[in-house]
Nanobody, 117 residues
Framework: QVQLVESGGGLVQPGGSLRLSCVAS????????MGWYRQAPGKQRELVAT???????NYADSVKGRFTISRDNAKNTVVLQMDSLKPEDTAVYYC???????????WGQGTQVTVSS
């Protein structure tokens, strides 16, 4: 089993920045990809960014050039640096991880990000 705990959400003005962190615990040696998804009210959950164990990244087109994902395998942590935030970035952000062999998915409890003036 893998447990994921997010932190760092909050309220920010348009154009501002936030930094989300997620710490993994449990069977961490089995983790391959980690990343972030988000879900806005009335919308489906969507990919924001992911990063593999080896450091290969993938971003949604809507966040490219504004968000940066990084990972510290020694600390079992994935970080999402969000800059130039827009109101449409408002959502609950979920940390994600998958199992190296079984591809089982793990999810955090979510953290609210609100971009508003």
């Amino acid at each position: 089993q893998v447990q994921l705990v997010e932190s760092g959400g909050g309220l920010v003005q348009p154009g501002g920045s936030l930094r989300l962190s997620c710490v993994a615990s449990g069977s961490i040696v089995s983790i391959n990809t980690m990343g972030w998804y988000r879900q806005a009210p009335g919308k489906q959950r969507e990919l924001v960014a992911t990063i593999t164990r080896g450091g290969r990244t993938n971003y949604a087109d809507s966040v490219k050039g504004r968000f940066t994902i990084s990972r510290d395998n020694a600390k079992n942590t994935v970080v999402l640096q969000m800059d130039s935030l827009k109101p449409e970035d408002t959502a609950v952000y979920y940390c994600y991880a998958d199992h190296l062999f079984t591809k089982r998915e793990y999810w955090g409890q979510g953290t609210q990000v609100t971009v508003s003036s």
